[in-house]
């Protein structure tokens, strides 16, 4: 099985940078996932990492360490729309069934 | 390109009654899976569908969940009879290939009461 753990709520100002950080324990491992998702929407896919190291796209960016079972999601340049919940999911070695992390509502403030 | 669309968008029903849920993959994508965010919990994987055929069914919670891709396109899960703890919302997900990323649906938010 998987244990994924990540912070419940982050707060953090408009402009400002904020790190999403996602440990997880797990008997397989063949990725891992970030996710946004608005209330009451669809989680829409933001970053895929299956090797170490970083991965950027713009304002976020995704690093991954196997070797420590940790990932994180940064978000730079944070604008209001940013607020949301950010969701971590790995995805098994000999499956492709995803298990989540239970998310992290970050709240952009002016 | 249409995404993954699940009807209804909510549903409220009795305990003992019966729910079909309804989703349609985005066209093209074989793998259609279904998952579950109970309240205050975090999404769960229920099945795996490879176009009509059930690839992985490992997380149905029990015998009351049914199934089925019919075709191999759109998908329908039925509750029956439903229970107060079935309550949450149902995210239906595809994609081209397994490896591939998913693309989630909006979810039909359940309501057994």
Redesign the interface.
């Known amino acids: 099985g998987q244990n994924i753990d990540q912070p419940t709520e982050m707060t953090a100002t408009e402009g400002a940078i904020v790190q999403i950080n996602c440990t997880y324990q797990t008997s397989g491992f063949n990725g891992l996932f970030w996710y946004q998702q608005h209330a009451g929407e669809a989680p829409t896919f933001l970053s895929y990492n299956v090797l170490d190291g970083l991965e950027e796209k713009g304002r976020f960016s995704s690093f991954l360490s196997r070797s420590k079972g940790y990932s994180y999601l940064l978000l730079k340049e944070l604008q209001m729309k940013d607020s949301a919940s950010y969701l971590c999911a790995v995805r098994g070695f000999n499956d492709y069934k995803l298990s989540f992390g239970a998310g992290t509502t970050v709240t952009v403030r002016a | 390109e249409a ?2 669309t699940q009807f209804p968008s909510h549903s409220v029903i009795e305990k003992g009654q019966t729910v079909t849920l309804r989703c349609d993959p985005i066209s093209g994508h074989d ?1 259609l ?1 279904w ?1 579950r965010r109970v309240m205050g ?5 229920l099945l ?1 569908f490879v176009k009509e055929s059930k ?2 069914e ?2 149905m919670p029990n015998n009351r969940f049914l199934a089925e891709r019919t075709g191999g396109t759109y998908s329908t899960l039925k509750v029956q009879p439903a229970e107060l703890e079935d309550s949450g919302v149902y ?1 239906c997900a595809s994609s081209q290939i ?2 591939g ?7 039909t938010r359940l309501t057994v009461t």
């Open positions: 995404g993954v793998n899976y998952y919990k975090e999404i769960k994987f795996h690839q992985d490992s997380g995210f397994p490896q990323s998913r693309f989630f649906g909006p979810g």
